[in-house]
Nanobody, 126 residues
Framework: QLQLVESGGGLVEPGGSLRLSCAAS????????IGWFRQAPGKEREGVSC????????NYADSVKGRFTISRDNAKNTVYLQMNSLQPEDTAVYYC???????????????????WGQGTQVTVSS
């Protein structure tokens, strides 16, 4: 079965850290550009970060720059999102996506035809 599976979400206090993982099964993640998106209750989905297949290009939403770091371990078929200095406004369901055909993260917009994970809940609260 071809799928992406996110893990690592949970409840954390403001200022805390979490590391999300996005693991692929049934296909090789190394050939794909990976995105992290999030959706909070009552809000539209927003892009958080992206990393291209080589790992040489990344980008971040302004709201997470300097706090979040995306990385990939192609040997483990996994992409990570290290989230530090978490704030209540980071509370959301986080999804990862996998797409082919993007040399860089510039203009990266996954479609319904790409791979999407089921999401992992991140809650930042005291």
């Amino acid at each position: 079965q071809l799928q992406l599976v996110e893990s690592g979400g949970g409840l954390v206090e403001p200022g805390g850290s979490l590391r999300l993982s996005c693991a692929a099964s049934g296909f090789t993640l190394a050939y794909y550009t990976i995105g992290w998106f999030r959706q909070a209750p009552g809000k539209e989905r927003e892009g958080v970060s992206c990393i291209n297949s080589s790992g040489g290009d990344t980008n971040y939403a302004d709201s997470v720059k300097g706090r979040f770091t995306i990385s990939r371990d192609n040997a483990k078929n996994t992409v990570y999102l290290q989230m530090n200095s978490l704030q209540p406004e980071d509370t959301a369901v986080y999804y990862c996506t996998a797409s082919r055909g993007y040399y860089s993260c510039s203009g990266y917009v996954p479609t319904e035809n790409d791979y999407w994970g089921q999401g992992t809940q991140v809650t930042v609260s005291s």
